[in-house]
C-alpha cells in the first residue's frame, strides 16, 4: 500500500496550488481519505477528508472557503485544491487513509509534499 | 471544535523508564481517541485507536487507557527507538484534530 503525493512548490501569498495523491495497493474507491499538514517545527493538523464517492467532505475552519478536496477513484487519486494561499500555509502536506469515517485513525500515510508560500 | 491538550509537551527518560503522556479532550469524546508517533524526519505511524488498541505490528510496550476527556499512553520499558513526539487525535467529530504533541527524548 503506497501513497505518494506531488504538487508542492513555492508559491506567492494568494496564489493557487494543486495537490495530488496517487494510491496504489489498495481498492481506493472503497476507502475516505484525508489531508494532514504540518507546519516546520510544529505539530500535525488535520485538514480535510473525503468520502469514498466524495458525498461527505469536511474541512478544518483554517482551510474553509480557500481549499477544495476531490478525488478520482478511476485514477485512484486525491486532490487539494489550495486557493488564497498564506504564509502560514507553509506546511508538509500529507495524504492519509483513515480506516473507518472520514476523521478516523489514519493507518496509511504518503511521504509529504512541502508547500512554501513566500514572496 | 473539539479541542486536544497534551501533557507534557516534552520529557526526558531514560532507556528501560516508564513513561506517561496525558491528553485531555475539551467535551467528552467516548473511547474515539488515537495516538501517533512521528519519528524525527519520518511520517506519523499509527500506534493506537480506540484509546486502548493496539495498531497491528505496534510493540506490547505500548497501551492506552481512558474515556470520555482524559487519556493516556505508556511506553512500559523505553526503547531508544521510542525518540520520538507522541500525537493523540479525536476520532469522535469532524475536524479530527490533534493533540500539540509531546516530544519524548533521552536523558
Known amino acids: 500500500v503506497e501513497l505518494v503525493e506531488s504538487g508542492g512548490g513555492l508559491v506567492q501569498p494568494g496564489g493557487s496550488l494543486r495537490l495530488s495523491c496517487v494510491a496504489s495497493?489498495?481498492?481506493?474507491?472503497?476507502?475516505?481519505m484525508a489531508w494532514v499538514r504540518q507546519a516546520p517545527g510544529k505539530g500535525l493538523e488535520w485538514v480535510s477528508a473525503?468520502?469514498?464517492?466524495?458525498?461527505?467532505?469536511y474541512y478544518a475552519d483554517s482551510v474553509k472557503g480557500r481549499f477544495t478536496v476531490s478525488r478520482d477513484n478511476s485514477i485512484s487519486t486525491l486532490y487539494l485544491e489550495m486557493n488564497s494561499l498564506r504564509a502560514d500555509d507553509t506546511a508538509v502536506y500529507y495524504c492519509?487513509?483513515?480506516?473507518?469515517?472520514?476523521?478516523?485513525?489514519?493507518?496509511?500515510w504518503g511521504r509529504g509534499t512541502t508547500v512554501t508560500v513566500s514572496s | 471544535d473539539v479541542r486536544m491538550t497534551q501533557s507534557p509537551s516534552s520529557l526526558s527518560a531514560s532507556v528501560g523508564d516508564r513513561v506517561t503522556i496525558t491528553c485531555r479532550a475539551s467535551?467528552?469524546?467516548?473511547?474515539?481517541l488515537s495516538w501517533y508517533q512521528q519519528r524525527p524526519g519520518e511520517v506519523p505511524n499509527l500506534l493506537l485507536h480506540?484509546?486502548?488498541i493496539l495498531h497491528s505490528g505496534v510493540p506490547s510496550r505500548f497501551s492506552g487507557s481512558g474515556s470520555g476527556t482524559h487519556f493516556t499512553l505508556t511506553i512500559n520499558g523505553l526503547q531508544p527507538e521510542d525518540v520520538a513526539t507522541y500525537y493523540c487525535?479525536?476520532?469522535?467529530?469532524?475536524?479530527?484534530?490533534f493533540g500539540q504533541g509531546t516530544k519524548v527524548e533521552f536523558k
Open positions: 492519509a487513509r483513515p480506516d473507518g469515517y472520514l476523521y478516523y485513525p489514519m493507518d496509511v
Open positions: 487525535q479525536q476520532n469522535y467529530r469532524a475536524p479530527g484534530t
Open positions: 473525503i468520502s469514498r464517492g466524495g458525498e461527505s467532505i
Open positions: 467535551q467528552d469524546v467516548s473511547n474515539y
Open positions: 480506540h484509546a486502548s
Open positions: 495497493g489498495l481498492i481506493f474507491d472503497i476507502f475516505p
